[in-house]
């Protein structure tokens, strides 16, 4: 694994009213020294962020960034996909995130494609090499995965179904990346698998993230993060010195770039990109 020059992205997402569009505008123009290659913005699964997430990429394009919109294909027909793509395309948008999505309990028919690698060739067959596609990894397996060794099998077939390249879902365990990367290497997979960096801001909140999402936050993080209480300088100082020491290892380690979850905050990954030696 080895990359001469690393590839750092932003993640955004779309906002629900005036004042947060404004601050994730803020943090987007205070992230601009950081010259990221390109930003990414989520979308709700079946639809829910659709105007948001299209009216995000649009002011970011403004900004002069290279925007590329996070789909999903649960829930979604494949008339409502061809639409949604044509109008980025129409946009100018090169780039795009392909998922399966998660839908809101209760909500709606699964959709017409059942899995990711189905979006990537939906995307494929119908617009060709326009799109720049990024798909999602999982170095500590997605929750919903039978085994870790299925997991990966999944993961090679939408990376053979035409995916450019793979952003990890978060982790704290520098290991978990290496496993899988070299495991996915193994198996023919060449294309960049960027870890997905979470700054560490809020103990709560993560704890929460990381029970749904499947991410293990190692006894040790946790406990020094529970033991700092309502103390959020100490808990943001202490999540800093993690996350900062977690993204040299990757770089040194030879992953070919990072993308950063920045939680719609600037001074949380501005603060840990300063301290990396790129
Ligand atoms: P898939 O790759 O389709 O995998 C989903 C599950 O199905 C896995 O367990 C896999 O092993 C299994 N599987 C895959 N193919 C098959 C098959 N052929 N047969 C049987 N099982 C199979 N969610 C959102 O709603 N909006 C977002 O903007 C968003 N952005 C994300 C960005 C990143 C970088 C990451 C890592 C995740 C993001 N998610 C987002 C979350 C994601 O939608 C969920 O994790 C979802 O549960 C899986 O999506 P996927 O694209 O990884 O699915």
Redesign the pocket.
């Known amino acids: 694994m080895h990359s001469p020059e690393p590839v750092f992205s932003l993640?955004f997402?779309p906002a629900r009213d005036e004042a947060s569009s404004e601050r994730m505008l803020q943090a987007a123009t205070a992230l601009n020294e950081l010259s990221p290659r390109y930003v990414?913005?989520?979308?709700?699964?079946g639809g829910s962020?659709r105007a948001g997430?299209l009216a995000a990429v649009q002011a970011l394009r403004a900004q002069g960034y290279d925007a590329a919109p996070?789909?999903?294909?649960?829930g979604a027909t494949r008339a409502e996909l061809r639409d949604l793509l044509a109008q980025y395309r129409e946009l100018g948008v090169r780039r795009v995130?392909?998922?399966?999505?998660?839908m809101p309990s209760g909500m709606g028919p699964m959709g017409d494609l059942?899995?990711?690698?189905?979006?990537v060739s939906f995307i494929r067959a119908e617009t060709g090499d326009w799109f720049h596609i990024?798909?999602?990894?999982?170095p500590e397996?997605?929750?919903?995965?039978?085994s870790p060794d299925?997991?990966l099998?999944?993961?090679v077939?939408?990376m053979q179904a035409g995916a450019n390249s793979?952003?990890?879902?978060?982790f704290f365990n520098a290991d978990a990346y290496f496993d899988f990367a070299d495991r996915a290497l193994a198996r023919g997979i060449t294309q960049p698998i960027v870890p997905?960096i979470m700054p560490i801001t809020n103990y709560s909140q993560l704890a929460r993230f990381s029970e749904m999402?499947g991410t293990e936050i190692p006894r040790w993080i946790r406990l020094r993060l529970a033991s700092f209480g309502d103390d959020r300088a100490s808990i943001r100082a202490f999540g800093h010195d993690v996350v900062a020491g977690l993204c040299q290892t990757l770089l040194d380690g030879g992953a070919p770039g990072l993308?950063f979850?920045t939680m719609n905050q600037s001074e949380p990954t501005l603060g840990l990109w300063r301290e990396l030696d790129i």
């Open positions: 993640e997402f990414s913005v989520t979308f709700g699964a962020t997430t996070h789909l999903s294909c649960i995130v392909a998922l399966r999505g998660d059942r899995y990711a690698s189905e979006l990024e798909v999602a990894a999982y397996s997605h929750p919903q995965a039978r299925e997991d099998k999944h993961f077939e939408k793979a952003i990890t879902q978060y997905g999402c993308h979850y």
